[in-house]
């Protein structure tokens, strides 16, 4: 009996033992925090089985999109560190990396999580100097959306060019019935200059000299604002210079709007026959090339490892157990079948045989084409584009509302971009 004793007592250690190592995280507490979307909120109805899988236990905290970024800066700036794990927009990623405010990934990262699979761009928006600071939640790039309806009558293919795109813009545009265009006009680094910024680079443009100088109202700059503005200004609903992402996603739904230039994710929406007048009647294509080419926008969500919340070993191992976990291709890939979320992140999942069946045509093709030409530095990647962005939004604004003429507006945030980068350091004086 007491040879049996210690055998079962053995196995009982061996068991304890192997189960701590495939649990090696049980009982740690982590806390995100995050803002509602259809992808996060997928994630949160879902971690049950994360802690089933792992034993960690996930405080999940909300706070809408404009308030976020707010509370996490003072969360890390003022060293309160209450979040393990947070939301950071793609465009962010320098400026917390630069202060050390979240923790390199790749470290905790293997071969299973297949970082390779993660979309080049997407990569390139998630990593400082060459490491990858976040697990991809979310990921967009811009496309056309047009109403096929109405080119088919016309008896035209989606615009190749900017010519075609304004063309095509003048000859759809009958007051008050129909407009030819929407696109963001509202002031902001990821509002309008999100659009913009295709202009910018379309027309030849750029953002900064080898030298960190700002170059965004060089003449190719300047052409590329009026050529936008005159676009709104001529062809687009009215109260245009004040439209964010949501309204002209509204404008375009309500069959006003016969051209859109906007976030790929739009799809899903736009398609929903509840929502949506023209749902069955669009068409997808990628954007439209200007003399030096084609520069669709992009953008992406990431969670990553709050260097200043998780502030030991054993947080930060479960946070990065909870972001790779909820960024892998098996949760975004149910999010896609499961619930229709199609703001993909990862190849395979395009690539996948049941995605296709369900989200394929020229949405896919456009989207997939897109996704492989945009550049991660389409807006620049440093530590200063939240200041420069919405300076640079507020001009680009009153071009549109006819407040400024491009030159002027465009010197002025200019300027105002080279004191800040005098001022960080970027630029000498």
Known sequence: MKKFVMVLLLLLVLVSLTYAQDMPYKGVRITVVLRSLPETDFIVSKLAEFKMMTGINVQIVTYPEQQLREREVIDVSTGAGAYD??????????????????????????????????SAFVRGLLSYEGKIYAGPVYSEATQLMYRKDLFEEAGLQPPQTMEEYEAYAKKFTNPPDLFGVAMRGLRGNGMNIYIWSEWLWSYGGKYFD????????????????????????????PGV??????????????????????????????EDPTKSAIAGKIGYAVVPAGPAGRFPGNYSLGFAISAVGAKTDQEKGAAAEFIKWATSQDIELSKALQANIISVTRDSVFNDPAFQAKFGGDWLTSTVECFRITNPGYRPLIEEWREIGDRLGIAVENVIAGIQPAKEALDEAAAYAAEVLVRTGKLKK
């Open 210 to 237: 080898e030298n960190w100088n700002p170059v965004f109202n060089s003449p190719e700059g300047v052409l590329a604002t009026e050529n936008y503005a005159k676009l709104l200004q001529n062809y687009g609903p």
């Open 241 to 270: 210079a004040t439209y964010g992402w949501d309204d002209v996603q509204n404008a375009f739904t309500s069959g006003k709007v016969a051209m859109i230039i906007d976030a790929t994710n739009f799809y899903t929406r736009i």
């Open 85 to 118: 794990v947070i939301a950071i927009d793609s465009v962010f990623i320098p400026e917390f990396a630069k202060a050390g405010w979240i923790t390199p990934l790749e470290p905790y990262l293997d071969a299973s999580y297949n970082v390779e699979d993660i």
